[in-house]
């Protein structure tokens, strides 16, 4: 049995996991909430970007799970000797995805290459030649890299694409059969009526996602091992295990750094904005100061504190990994405290607004105390403002963190993360021939990642904020100049 | 009016003050001098006597608040309190860890810093409308939705991307521009002109978008419908009538960020070698120069709080319903 590691990230992980299951319930059973959600659900471009950010979320569970492996006992040693386990400690997903982890080549290799990028002295038949040597793994099967390549790749790309289609019918079918069965109608009726899109949920463009996704991850089965798929990086590490193993370090930035300033900016824009007065003067003292600080320099400064701290105290974490991760959550929580003023301000307007309310008012002469008025009629209403900017916000420290890495106050340079991808990309790019599948893989997964999140976030708002509603674009062909005005109409009819 | 001025600025100082103390608390008393001086000197076995020597050339050797032994009000004064973080307010800002004087290398180096930022804010702000006005005039058609998708698109990439692919493909593959470096005279715009456009580029799709929503909230008002009723043409209507009113609140949403200018562009500085503001931080954290990014954090501030300050002012010079007082 291996040892279990909850490393700090993984735990808050898990937390945030269970908040959000503990919300979905809720929300289920809110009516009101329940009607908000479906127009999101309702949102064919959202519900496809919940698609790729469940498979995001998948992947950064599962390399969420620590463990350090059992060694086997060395021989020589009684049976009931302690067990040893291994220093380095390993996830879910490195397990998995050992075969592309461990097949380390020497240096840089392009994309399904056979040979290394740079050329090497190797000894062929007694002489010494200078040459692009064959790469360890990568192609490793071929004899006649030359004239097999093409046919290889082109086989095992078809094979994979072909268990891509047949992953993704077996989705559509799953899909139609289980709409089938409680609707009592015919397999082939429900497949029609995905296809022509007479459902109430969008499932042609949930479907068509998860059908592109299937063909992609059949792809890049089919070939994985066999060939670096995206190459290899300066140490020889596979470029595309790394940008999957950055996916949980953006996760953990977005979602941990979003829930970290949450209590700050609720609690301070809550009590600024419900008993003004000093206690408004004073909180909004604290948060002009926090924002006219450059967030960067902010940032940094905290950082290299926590640095000094870092290396004042190394026997406080056992592993390189644990250090790593220390440094990841603080970033986080750094991000956090740094960033709750622009929420904060937002809750203060809207708690100034709510606590006007009749009904607050109401429960201040039925003699509520403060406390309770706060908790139980201003906080669930204010909670609509969270829940969009903590959406929002999500994807732009997902970029956030890129820049903060190349400024030198990012993760810890031993984490995987878009940052230090995009970071080694700089000199990789200068180099001739140039260096650019590392570049292009932290691009792929980055922008698929941030536009996923923006697209669901920009739902989100939409359903919350009625406001943003009138705002997006339609698709829809003129309707003569008679639909500006009344949309006009809907608007400020709406914003008062 | 005056009198509304003077008190902005005195809340404005008051900030400035709470930034200040706050900035000494993170440098000084999370970690000591001692801390700082064996990280900057490097290594884990730095003898004592290095670290005081350290600390004594750069004055790091007072006590923080409270000097015992000085006479007089030199109790105060004697102190690195007083040296590092009251002299700021008279932009006095010492020598730096390294040792050479911060705020000659500020002056120095605001010139450069501000020859990209004032060319990349004005056309920055140009394209933007033009970009979102265009997007408004053909609202409800096609256009409209793949300009809108076009400009979600953009904001979902870091701007680490375009830099690193405007590099690769104008100076690398094309040959047009230096890939990096900064000349004086017409050398300059050879060497502005790939920051320049990245830096708009970089910022097009959100605030395209943001002003693409205020265009919309303006033109769901009384006086256009009347303008329409009038039997004006949609261009009239929106560039005449739209636009102007647009503009005043986009004009004094950007005053608060004119200042700001002078701070730089951190990321694009230091990757296009401009000797400016900005690249000189970004040295600054990557030797772990803390006298610098403290500076640095002052200058920041004082230049937000100007900017509040004039987006104060120019609500009431914009629009003469908001009265001060």
Redesign the interface.
Known sequence: MPKLVFLATDIVLYLLLVAIALYAWHALRTPTLRQTWRTVVRDPAAMSAAVVLGVFLLISVFDSIHFRPLLPPAPGVAADAARAYSTRTLSLLDALLAGPRESREKTYSVPLGTHQYSKESMLVSGKTVRDYPRLQFGGAHLKDTDREWAGDVAGRSIGGLAGGAVGAALIWMTVAALRARPARIPLRESLRSIWQRTTDIPWRPILLTASLLALFIGWVAALWAYYHVFGTDQTGNDVLFQAIKSVRTAVVIGSLATLATLPFAIAFGILAGYYKGRVDDAIQYLYTVLSSIPSVLLIAAFVLMIQVFIDKNPQMFETGLERADIRLFLLAAILGITGWAGLARLLRAETLKLTELDYVQAARAFGVSDRGIMRRHILPNVMHVVLIVAVLDFSSLVLYEAVLSYVGVGVDPTTNSFGTMINSARTELSRDPAVWWNLLAAFAFMVTFVLSMQLFASAVREAFDPRARAFRPHRSKPVASAATPLRGAATSAVAD | MINYIIQRIGYGV???I??NI??FM??FT??TPD??AR?NIGG?RVSQDAIEKWKVERGYDKPLFWNEAAPGAEKLTKTIFYDRSVQLFAFDFGPSDSGRDIGYEIRKRMGPSIALAIPTFILGIFVVIVFSLL?VFF????I??WG?TFA??L???????YI?MG??LFS?VLKLVP?SGFAGGWDLFVFLALPVLIGIVSRLGSEALFY??MF??E???DY??TA?SKGLSETVVLFRHVLRNAMLPILTSTVAVLP?LF?GA??MES?FGIPGLGSY??DA??A?D?AV??S??FV??AL??VG?ILTDISYTVADPRIRLG
């Not at chain 2, 904001?155 to 991307?161: D, N, R, V």
Request: proline letters at 0%; glycine letters at 2%.
């Open positions: 008051l900030i400035l709470g930034v706050f900035t993170l440098f999370v970690n801390d700082m990280m884990k997007m609202r409800n058609t096609y409209e939705f809108f979600v698109f904001m979902a990439i870091s701007a680490l991307f690193l590099q690769f690398r890939i693409r929503t919309l909230e033109i769901s008002k256009v419908r329409r700001l701070l951190l990321i990757f931080t970004i954290i990557n772990q803390f990014v403290r640095m954090v920041g501030s937000y709080i509040l």
